[in-house]
């Protein structure tokens, strides 16, 4: 008989991402905070720095009348400058913003306190290391504050603490409300990302590598610390993807109780007809674009928008490797179709080209190729830039004659970025395929998205995604989703499946073309968040009870 699940009354869920979009965890939160409003309405509270930027596109709206009387009693009693308001996104939650500036005036206590009670080693700590610590601290108090002021031990409460960087939150409340039970979820383990990025293989070599051993070659000690101790002693130890546990058991030592896989929601999605319409404006805009770059016209149904974003990753992301593909494709004769290659990858932006803006805007056919006709904005380590300098060296200069034209687009897409002006959803809805190659990718957003939107997708099974997708059974470029076999050494052959199902790709009709769209919607559709929040009920009831264990009292 299956037990009844223990459901929490309030949930506090803290992440440097709150109202703040750097990252993935950012989507994970804003797509599933409506799923949990709907049930939990205003007992749903989510904690995130206080940055001090408040400008006209922030997500954060101010409201002084939420959580008045507690809000002074915080400031005067516990020493918290928390700003209260709600999350401008579906669901609209309520946000507290806490100023975790004075409390690095308290951080060699605060080190000594969770070296004493916790073996948390800040030693060796060095660059975000202090700030997200005083900010996970600061979270920490705005809970409990809101707890004694609130709550009772009569209420079943639950801290979800995303990444090492809210990790010392978590901690402090076990000893300061032990009462709350907490959840710690790590999207990629600190020392695994690192392995990764210092270009050492990860995944053949993993289950020799140990943790504390690499985060001592890495000079990671302290990340990783807070990371495992707060894995083995939370609640309820969870992260995203079976791929990533299997990073987790060899690294920190410690699998994860739940595995809580990212979904989202369908509002994510414009209605059919709105998808259309973005889908023929932006491919217009992204063909004038590449014409006013090259000074070569590119023909609507003649060319194949391919495209990849992201963090920029060099490896990790697969960037590598995606223009290593396009690099041969630019020489193929088999290709059917001209490719034009969309890499936005934010780097660092100096300004749009003037020169750029300028033929935008006269709107001239001009028949003469810009200098680095491949760049929309010029950067401030344009000449040291990894991209600027390898699309040149394998051929992608967008000369005449080649088969693939390039788009490098190295800003955030937010609407306003002085060239093409699009958000980052509609440059999206304009491609026809899109490319996530990644080496290391613990879930993988972008590949998801990209078929809810029903652009078919390359990705790998080094990607928490791609493995999902494999499980589901419903891979192959034909259904929506090709998911290539990627490994430490098999570089070669993953910029060779690259090429080869993007040559597949260009060749099919249009009914074939819009057969592969549908069938990659409805793999998406599998992945709603109504069909994943289960498995967060699955952590909360897990936290709920192995903190009435560690308080030595009944369930409830």
């Known amino acids: 008989m299956t037990r009844e699940l223990l459901i929490p009354d309030y949930i506090f869920e803290t992440s440097w991402e709150v109202c703040n979009k750097v990252g993935g965890i ?7 905070a409506n799923t949990l409003q709907a049930v939990f ?9 206080d940055l001090g930027q408040q400008t006209l596109r922030s997500p954060f709206v101010e409201a002084d009348n939420l959580c008045a009387a507690w809000k002074r009693h ?6 918290l400058a928390v700003r209260v308001g709600r999350w401008d996104i579906p669901g609209r939650p309520i946000v507290f913003l806490v100023d975790f500036h004075p409390f690095f005036s308290q951080k060699n206590e605060l080190y000594t306190m969770m070296w004493n009670r916790y073996g948390v080693d800040s030693l ?22 809101f707890y004694r002021y609130n709550l009772t031990a009569a209420d079943r409460v639950v801290y979800q603490a995303h990444e090492w960087m809210t990790a010392m939150g978590a901690l402090y409340l076990q000893t300061a409300v032990p009462e709350i039970a907490t959840i710690f979820t790590t999207h990629a383990t600190s020392i695994g990302r690192s392995i990764a990025g210092n270009n050492k293989p990860l995944y053949d070599y993993l289950f020799a590598y140990n943790g504390d051993q690499m985060a001592g070659e890495l000079n990671m000690q302290s990340k990783h610390s807070v990371e495992k101790q707060t894995a083995h002693r939370a609640d309820c130890f969870t992260t995203v993807s079976e791929i990533t546990n299997n990073e987790c058991k060899e690294l920190l030592d410690k699998p994860a109780d739940v595995v809580l896989m990212n979904g989202f929601e369908e509002d994510l999605v414009p209605p059919q007809s709105d998808l259309v319409e973005k889908r023929t404006r932006t491919r217009a805009a992204l063909l004038h674009l590449a014409g006013c770059l090259t000074g070569t016209r590119l023909r609507d149904e003649e060319t194949l928008v391919v495209g990849t974003s992201g963090r920029y990753e060099f490896k990790n992301k697969g960037i590598d490797v995606f223009v290593e593909a396009l690099g041969h494709l630019n020489r193929s004769r088999e290709l059917k179709k001209e490719v034009l290659a969309v890499i936005a990858v934010p780097g660092w932006v100096s300004a749009p080209r003037s020169d750029l803006q300028e033929r935008l805007q006269n709107d001239r056919n001009d028949s003469t190729p810009l200098e680095m006709p491949f760049l929309t904005h010029w950067l401030h380590n344009t000449a040291d830039d990894l991209l600027v300098n390898r699309l040149p060296a394998l051929g992608l200069c967008n000369a005449p004659g080649g088969r693939v034209k390039v788009l490098l687009i190295p800003c955030y897409l937010d609407g306003a970025d002085g060239i093409l002006n699009l958000s980052y959803y509609d440059l999206l809805a304009g ?26 997708t390359i990705t790998t099974d080094l990607a928490g995604f791609g493995r999902w997708v494999k499980g589901m059974a419903c891979e192959g470029i034909d259904k929506g989703v090709e998911v290539l076999h990627r490994s430490d050494y098999n570089y070669g052959e993953v910029a060779e499946g690259i090429g080869e199902t993007i040559t597949r790709f260009a060749a099919k009709n249009r009914g074939e073309l819009d057969e592969i769209g549908r069938q990659a919607t409805q793999t998406a559709e599998k992945a709603l968040w109504k069909h994943f929040i289960g498995y967060y009920y699955e952590a909360y009831d897990f936290a709920l009870r192995r903190a009435a264990v560690r308080l030595g009292v009944a369930p409830r």
């Not at 950012?26 to 599933?32: D, E, H, Q």
């Not at 601290?137 to 409990?144: D, K, L, P």
């Not at 490319?435 to 078919?456: D, K, Q, R």
């Open 26 to 32: 950012y989507t994970v939160l804003s797509t599933r």
């Open 41 to 49: 309405h205003d007992k749903l509270f989510f904690i995130g720095p």
């Open 74 to 79: 915080a400031a005067e009693h516990d020493g």
């Open 124 to 145: 060796h700590a060095y660059g975000d290391y202090d700030e997200a610590s005083m900010f996970a601290y600061a979270a920490g108090r705005v809970a409990e504050s």
């Open 431 to 456: 491609e026809d395929l899109s490319v996530y190659p990644s080496y290391y990718e613990p879930w993988g957003y972008t590949p998801l998205e990209s078929i809810a939107f029903g652009v078919p």
